[in-house]
Nanobody
Framework: QVQLVESGGGLVQPGGSLRLSCVAS????????MAWYRQVPGGSRDLVAS???????DYDGTLKDRVTISRDDVKHTLYLQLNSTKPDDTAVYYC???????????WGQGTQVTVSS
């Protein structure tokens, strides 16, 4: 099992910045790629960014100029930096980790990000 706990969400003004964190615990030695997704009420859970355990990054094309994904495997933590925030960024942000031994994807509980003045 892998447990993921996100933090860093909250209220941010348009044009602001925030950094989300996701701490992994449990069977972490089998974690491969990790990713951030986001979901609005009634919508699908959409990929924001992903990063492999070798550091290869992939971004949603509409967000790549404003987001940066990174990971610290010593601290077992995944990060998402979001800049120039917009009201459309309002969503629940979920951390995800793929276990390459069990071929299972794990999810955190999500953290709410609200962009509003």
């Amino acid at each position: 099992q892998v447990q993921l706990v996100e933090s860093g969400g909250g209220l941010v003004q348009p044009g602001g910045s925030l950094r989300l964190s996701c701490v992994a615990s449990g069977n972490i030695e089998s974690i491969g790629a990790m990713a951030w997704y986001r979901q609005v009420p009634g919508g699908s859970r959409d990929l924001v960014a992903s990063i492999t355990n070798r550091g290869t990054r992939d971004y949603d094309g509409t967000l790549k100029d404003r987001v940066t994904i990174s990971r610290d495997d010593v601290k077992h933590t995944l990060y998402l930096q979001l800049n120039s925030t917009k009201p459309d960024d309002t969503a629940v942000y979920y951390c995800s980790a793929f276990n390459f031994r069990t071929l299972r994807r794990y999810w955190g509980q999500g953290t709410q990000v609200t962009v509003s003045s």
